[in-house]
């Protein structure tokens, strides 16, 4: 695919004070409401590069008509699919691998929420089919092709050649035999809603999905609540940012005590899949708030980058990262002291209310923001947007030398 270059910034109509907002971690709505039209921009491009590659095919030919059709009678259902995180992923995935079956499973859960009849005939590899967002059928390792099916009944998955019929639930969690659904979180704290789903599959990386029992999702409700609860007490605004970026968190395994430092993942974002963040169990509410921070800057320069080239760097660049004893990216800098930067803002602000952990945090994530972004300036790889953005974290941090914590 010929990837067509970013859309420039003074080409659009933007909110005042974007890079500012960026920097502090804590854009306005009107910015979210920007990135998320961004990444919805590139996703429909992937969908497009897709098209292209794919001619024949009644298959194929069934799903792309589906979703026109969603999108014409029932455009919020084709919005809320063409901006989910896993959506980005899957086909992000598709264009590298050249793999077309995906979009006929981002049909079918198109057809299954909007409620419209559609009969699409889909791979299972390893017999099982996840249908994004909302769950998963595993037939048996023979199957090999599947038909989901919507009809007055609702939505159905069958095995081809064989009479085993799984059920997909109308309403988003059910759990039938055969079935296992994407488990969703409804939390509120000080009056501020959360809507989250705990979504491992599809996402990039080792292992497969991690399915949680009822025991692993009740603590998991109980520490995202406790997190929540944090940020809309003590961080009223960066929980406006959480609320209006994430929407889904997949599961990590738990970090034995006093590893988080030795490479094992505390938490991790993805460039393709904005709006979703993995996590590692953490118990301490302040701390999965302050990961939950971390990672939503991530998806929010991921989403600028849809927009700009922050970075003009050669291929191979490499620079020191104060966090890290391996040489990082480019790009990596820049996430990096974009995102350590808004955890020293969580921490700073935890000192505030007496925290005792506070206060090194936020002097150990200052230092290292400020060090990333030096280190960028040093490589020369930054653009005239690069720039402005990195003045704009400077200015945070005279400010906070200004006004000690």
């Known amino acids: ?87 980005g992923t899957v086909l992000a995935e598709a264009v590298r691998g050249r793999r077309h079956h995906v979009v006929t499973v981002l049909a079918a859960v198109a057809g299954h929420r909007a409620d419209i009849p559609f009969r699409l005939d889909v ?12 769950g998963r059928v595993t037939l048996d390792p023979g199957a090999s092709t599947a038909c989901v099916e919507r009809g007055p009944d609702g939505t159905r998955v069958t095995r081809q050649g064989s009479r085993t019929v799984v059920p997909v639930p109308d309403t988003p969690g059910d759990a039938v035999p055969g079935w296992e659904p994407v488990h969703r979180l409804r939390l509120t704290a000080h009056g501020a809603p959360l809507a989250l789903r705990l979504d491992s599959n599809g996402v990039p990386g080792p292992g497969g999905p991690r399915l949680l029992g009822p025991a692993e999702l009740a603590r998991w409700r109980d520490r995202l609540g406790a997190a929540w609860e944090r940020l809309a007490d003590r961080h009223p605004e960066r929980a406006d940012t959480v ?52 990672e939503t800057q991530h998806s929010l320069l991921y989403a600028l980058q849809d927009l700009t080239r922050l970075l003009d760097a050669r291929p ?53 923001a400020r060090r990333a972004g030096d280190e960028l300036v040093r490589g020369g790889w930054l653009t005239a947007d690069g720039h402005l953005l990195l003045t704009a974290m400077r200015e945070v941090l005279e400010d906070w030398e200004r006004r000690p914590a």
């Open 1 to 87: 695919m010929t990837q067509e270059p970013p859309l420039a910034l003074s080409a659009l109509t933007l909110p005042r004070g974007l890079w500012q907002q960026i920097a502090r971690g804590a854009p306005d709505p009107g910015t979210v409401r920007l990135l998320r039209a961004a990444r919805a921009g590139r996703n429909l491009l992937l969908l497009r590069a897709l098209h292209h590659g794919r001619h024949d095919g009644a298959g194929w030919d069934a799903a792309i008509a589906l979703l026109a059709t969603v999108r014409h009678h029932s455009p919020a259902v084709f919005d809320a699919l063409i901006t989910d995180p896993t959506t």
């Open 123 to 134: 791979p299972v590899p390893g017999g099982t089919l996840v249908l994004p967002g909302l």
């Open 243 to 294: 609320r209006g970026t994430v929407r889904a968190v997949v599961p990590l395994d738990p970090v034995p005590s006093g590893l988080g430092s030795r490479g094992l993942r505390l938490s991790a974002s993805f460039s393709d899949a904005i709006g979703l963040v993995a996590l590692a169990p953490l118990d301490d509410p302040a701390e999965l708030a302050a990961v939950l921070v971390h």
């Open 316 to 368: 191979g660049a490499r620079g020191h990262a104060p966090w890290s004893g391996r040489l990082r990216p480019p790009s990596a800098l820049l996430q990096g002291a974009a995102a350590f930067l808004v955890t020293a803002g969580f921490w700073r602000t935890e000192a505030a209310f007496g925290n005792p952990l506070a206060p090194a945090a936020y002097e150990r994530w200052r230092h290292t």
